[in-house]
């Protein structure tokens, strides 16, 4: 019983950041139909900017983490203007692979910069824990699943009660209307990218204080996004937490009973099941079915 | 957009090119003498390439000569993966990323039949397209259901669940260490073709780049060439309405469950061949050889190449294998030698060049290489049409 209850406190912890990872997809993908294979590349250099930050130049919590953020939003602002705004409404395999050349950009920048080596990971939150019966918590365990949900429940109140929100989710509902009644696209665009890089910003910093090491396979996190926002419904906000936190728990628990090589399987059938059983997800629009 | 742009472009080609709209010329492999002389020429380039590459020659410049047998051979047999994704998600738009578990499942059969069971060689590659194509119907059975991001989605799911099912075979049938697989030798009956010399041990075994150059180059003209002829057909045209639109395709007529599945065979066949083909090629396989990488690897291809073109597929592969040593080449040229940053991180610099070459391809020219072609092609046409007016405007 213990072991069930270790393993869903770590499938919990890791779909916190699944939950993120899918956050700021799912707000690229609202707004501008671009699926976004680059989201856990954004991570992997946010990462590396911490470690750059906290470990190299050896600043403080806040500063780091401001340093990170603000280094992605200008990411995002990139994005947008360099790549995707020329692009909106090429056919959907375009858009992928324009985001999975700049992942290879952001990769080869990388390895350039910081070389193949693997470095220390950041260690600028509380070590330590508390047990639960005698099931061991972190902190930082604790600290990223509490990010995620402030994280998760700011972005719903921005999209629920703010003017930008309101736009935001008038484009993703129907661009040509949102245009006739005064809202520019462009505008949507860039903030959507600006936030989803933001997020990752966030989700990079927390986690170079997590993993053993950072390191350029990091950004293979940004895959488990897919079943995760899929799992939430592809174009929801609040969904994309929810089945991050479902999925990292259905592989911590499924890897733990089974092996390790099974985490794939179980993280991609339950993504699969959804599909064919309810493709608008948990909590997705059901006329997108019809895409 | 689309009607603008696909207006100019039809009357572009009956002005410039004067060709007929008849049906019986719209079905042809080849419809004007442009195109049966390109095709002549490009025949004529592959027979004598690899005469030109099994020579010694050393280019200026130290232009790695050596290495072009091995990325040609490599072009070659992605090509076949190629062309199979673009006439599944190019032409039917069924956009599927389980690509490598077709590569797997060629890769299983050469295993299974060709290393276990002592199947020949020659008998592995319909065996593969069988498979390949049976298995297909089943992975395309979702594409019945959802479509668009959701069958992306499920397809890339069946990539997971596929390497999974590969280690657990490779683990349980021939250990950690992966797959050997035997080099082909040629079927005794036919050592009687001069020019064949057989090894000491009587038989004429396939190994070297010069030797899988003309298999790899047999197998891919009858895939490619089978592609080309099942889009010519009263299938290739469903394809395109189910594309286009599904609802209205069956409105017409087309039944969408067998066009959604006959497409899907058609394509996991191809790429099961050529996954067998590249198993063989490479001698080796291991559960550590398959990677999203090479799904996005295809999808680059076919993008770059030209999505929704047949030629596009053989231009991405090209583009693919080539880029990479042209610019590894680059970065040695005497002048840029002696930039000790550069050479230090020389793989970086390759890589990100590559991504921003493709970022480039798309920003500039989304049809691709293929549209640059046509581009090019059309004004030559036009040039030759506007040297001919002339001709006629002075008599």
Same mark, same amino acid.
């Given at each position: 019983m213990s072991e069930l209850f270790r393993y869903l406190i770590a499938g919990i912890a890791v779909g916190s950041i699944y939950g993120l990872v899918a956050l700021g997809f799912v707000l690229v993908f609202k707004a501008t139909s671009v699926l976004n294979f680059a989201q856990g590349e954004f991570l992997m250099l946010a990462a590396y900017l911490a470690v750059t930050a906290a470990v190299t130049n050896s600043f403080g919590l806040a500063v780091s983490l401001l340093f990170v953020v603000l280094a992605l939003s200008i990411v995002g602002v990139v994005m947008h203007f360099g790549v995707t705004k020329k692009l909106i409404g090429e056919p959907p395999f375009t858009l992928i692979l324009v985001t999975i050349g700049v992942a290879i950009v952001i990769r080869g920048g990388l390895l350039m910069f910081y070389g193949p080596l693997e470095r220390s990971s950041v260690d600028l939150l509380p070590a330590g824990g508390f047990t639960i019966g005698d099931v061991p918590v972190t902190w930082i365990d604790v600290i990223m699943f509490t990010v995620a949900v402030v994280c998760s429940a700011a972005f719903f109140a921005f999209f629920r009660w703010t003017t930008m929100g309101l736009k935001m989710r008038a484009t993703a509902e129907n661009l040509e209307a949102a245009k006739v009644v005064g809202i520019r696209p462009g505008q949507v665009f860039l903030m959507a990218w600006v936030i989803a890089a933001f997020v990752a910003g966030i989700a990079g910093f927390f986690y170079a204080n997590r993993v053993a090491v950072v390191s $350029? =396979? $990091? =950004? *293979?996190? @940004? $895959?488990r996004a897919f079943p995760a926002a899929m799992l939430g419904g592809i174009t929801s906000v609040e969904g994309a937490l929810i089945g991050g936190i479902i999925v990292g728990v259905v592989e911590q628990v499924g890897a733990g009973y089974l092996g390790g090589e099974w985490r794939d399987v179980f993280a991609f059938s339950i993504m699969l099941l959804v599909l064919l059983i309810r493709p608008s997800g948990l909590f997705g629009d059901k006329e997108l079915v019809r895409v | 957009m689309t009607a603008q742009e696909s207006a100019p472009t039809i009357q572009r080609r009956s002005s410039i090119l004067s060709r007929q709209f008849d049906h019986a010329n719209e079905v042809k492999l080849l419809q004007t003498r442009p195109q049966r002389v390109t095709r002549v020429l490009t025949l004529i380039f592959l027979l004598v390439l690899p005469f030109l590459l099994a020579t010694d020659f050393s280019p200026p410049l130290d232009f790695p000569w050596a290495t072009w047998f091995t990325v040609v051979n490599f072009a070659i047999i992605a090509s076949i993966g190629a062309v199979a994704m673009n006439l599944l998600s +190019?032409? *039917? +738009?069924?956009? =599927?990323?389980a690509h490598v578990a077709f590569l797997i499942v060629g890769s299983i059969v050469g295993a299974q039949? +060709? %290393?276990? &069971? @002592?199947?020949p060689f020659w008998f592995l590659l319909p065996l593969a397209a069988f498979w390949g194509a049976l298995i297909g119907v089943i992975v395309g059975l979702p594409a019945l259901r959802v479509r668009g991001l959701y069958l992306f989605m499920a397809t890339l799911a069946v990539h997971f669940i596929a390497i999974f099912i590969f280690r657990r075979y490779q683990v349980d049938q #021939?250990? #950690? !260490?992966g797959i050997v697989y035997t080099a082909p030798t040629l079927p005794d009956w036919l050592l009687w073709i001069p020019g064949l010399d057989e090894g000491a041990n009587g038989e004429f075994t396939i190994r070297g780049n010069w030797r899988w150059y003309w298999l790899n180059l047999g197998v891919a003209a009858l895939c490619i060439g089978f592609a080309a002829n099942l889009l010519r057909t009263s299938w290739g045209r469903a394809f395109i309405a189910v594309r286009e639109n599904d609802a209205a395709a069956a409105f017409m007529g087309v039944n969408v469950t067998r066009v959604k599945l006959l497409v899907f065979s058609a394509s996991s066949g191809l790429v099961a061949v050529s996954g067998v083909l590249a198993s063989y090629y490479l001698g080796a396989r291991s559960? %550590? !050889? &398959?990677?999203l990488e090479i799904v996005l690897d295809y999808v680059t291809m076919i993008v770059v190449g030209g999505f929704g073109s047949l030629l596009g597929g053989v231009f991405g592969a090209v583009f693919f294998y080539v880029t990479p040593v042209l610019l590894s080449w680059v970065r040695e040229l005497p002048f840029l030698e002696n930039i000790e940053w550069l050479q230090e991180h020389g793989h970086a610099v390759d890589q990100m060049m590559y991504g921003l070459c493709v970022v480039l391809v798309l920003l500039f020219k989304p049809s691709g290489i293929a549209g640059m072609w046509e581009d090019t092609r059309d004004a030559v046409g036009r040039f030759v049409e506007r040297r001919k007016q002339g001709a006629a405007d002075e008599q």
């Amino acid at each position: 019983m213990s072991e069930l209850f270790r393993y869903l406190i770590a499938g919990i912890a890791v779909g916190s950041i699944y939950g993120l990872v899918a956050l700021g997809f799912v707000l690229v993908f609202k707004a501008t139909s671009v699926l976004n294979f680059a989201q856990g590349e954004f991570l992997m250099l946010a990462a590396y900017l911490a470690v750059t930050a906290a470990v190299t130049n050896s600043f403080g919590l806040a500063v780091s983490l401001l340093f990170v953020v603000l280094a992605l939003s200008i990411v995002g602002v990139v994005m947008h203007f360099g790549v995707t705004k020329k692009l909106i409404g090429e056919p959907p395999f375009t858009l992928i692979l324009v985001t999975i050349g700049v992942a290879i950009v952001i990769r080869g920048g990388l390895l350039m910069f910081y070389g193949p080596l693997e470095r220390s990971s950041v260690d600028l939150l509380p070590a330590g824990g508390f047990t639960i019966g005698d099931v061991p918590v972190t902190w930082i365990d604790v600290i990223m699943f509490t990010v995620a949900v402030v994280c998760s429940a700011a972005f719903f109140a921005f999209f629920r009660w703010t003017t930008m929100g309101l736009k935001m989710r008038a484009t993703a509902e129907n661009l040509e209307a949102a245009k006739v009644v005064g809202i520019r696209p462009g505008q949507v665009f860039l903030m959507a990218w600006v936030i989803a890089a933001f997020v990752a910003g966030i989700a990079g910093f927390f986690y170079a204080n997590r993993v053993a090491v950072v390191s $350029l =396979s $990091l =950004s *293979a996190i @940004g $895959l488990r996004a897919f079943p995760a926002a899929m799992l939430g419904g592809i174009t929801s906000v609040e969904g994309a937490l929810i089945g991050g936190i479902i999925v990292g728990v259905v592989e911590q628990v499924g890897a733990g009973y089974l092996g390790g090589e099974w985490r794939d399987v179980f993280a991609f059938s339950i993504m699969l099941l959804v599909l064919l059983i309810r493709p608008s997800g948990l909590f997705g629009d059901k006329e997108l079915v019809r895409v | 957009m689309t009607a603008q742009e696909s207006a100019p472009t039809i009357q572009r080609r009956s002005s410039i090119l004067s060709r007929q709209f008849d049906h019986a010329n719209e079905v042809k492999l080849l419809q004007t003498r442009p195109q049966r002389v390109t095709r002549v020429l490009t025949l004529i380039f592959l027979l004598v390439l690899p005469f030109l590459l099994a020579t010694d020659f050393s280019p200026p410049l130290d232009f790695p000569w050596a290495t072009w047998f091995t990325v040609v051979n490599f072009a070659i047999i992605a090509s076949i993966g190629a062309v199979a994704m673009n006439l599944l998600s +190019g032409y *039917a +738009g069924q956009v =599927s990323v389980a690509h490598v578990a077709f590569l797997i499942v060629g890769s299983i059969v050469g295993a299974q039949f +060709g %290393e276990i &069971w @002592g199947v020949p060689f020659w008998f592995l590659l319909p065996l593969a397209a069988f498979w390949g194509a049976l298995i297909g119907v089943i992975v395309g059975l979702p594409a019945l259901r959802v479509r668009g991001l959701y069958l992306f989605m499920a397809t890339l799911a069946v990539h997971f669940i596929a390497i999974f099912i590969f280690r657990r075979y490779q683990v349980d049938q #021939f250990g #950690f !260490s992966g797959i050997v697989y035997t080099a082909p030798t040629l079927p005794d009956w036919l050592l009687w073709i001069p020019g064949l010399d057989e090894g000491a041990n009587g038989e004429f075994t396939i190994r070297g780049n010069w030797r899988w150059y003309w298999l790899n180059l047999g197998v891919a003209a009858l895939c490619i060439g089978f592609a080309a002829n099942l889009l010519r057909t009263s299938w290739g045209r469903a394809f395109i309405a189910v594309r286009e639109n599904d609802a209205a395709a069956a409105f017409m007529g087309v039944n969408v469950t067998r066009v959604k599945l006959l497409v899907f065979s058609a394509s996991s066949g191809l790429v099961a061949v050529s996954g067998v083909l590249a198993s063989y090629y490479l001698g080796a396989r291991s559960d %550590e !050889s &398959w990677t999203l990488e090479i799904v996005l690897d295809y999808v680059t291809m076919i993008v770059v190449g030209g999505f929704g073109s047949l030629l596009g597929g053989v231009f991405g592969a090209v583009f693919f294998y080539v880029t990479p040593v042209l610019l590894s080449w680059v970065r040695e040229l005497p002048f840029l030698e002696n930039i000790e940053w550069l050479q230090e991180h020389g793989h970086a610099v390759d890589q990100m060049m590559y991504g921003l070459c493709v970022v480039l391809v798309l920003l500039f020219k989304p049809s691709g290489i293929a549209g640059m072609w046509e581009d090019t092609r059309d004004a030559v046409g036009r040039f030759v049409e506007r040297r001919k007016q002339g001709a006629a405007d002075e008599q």
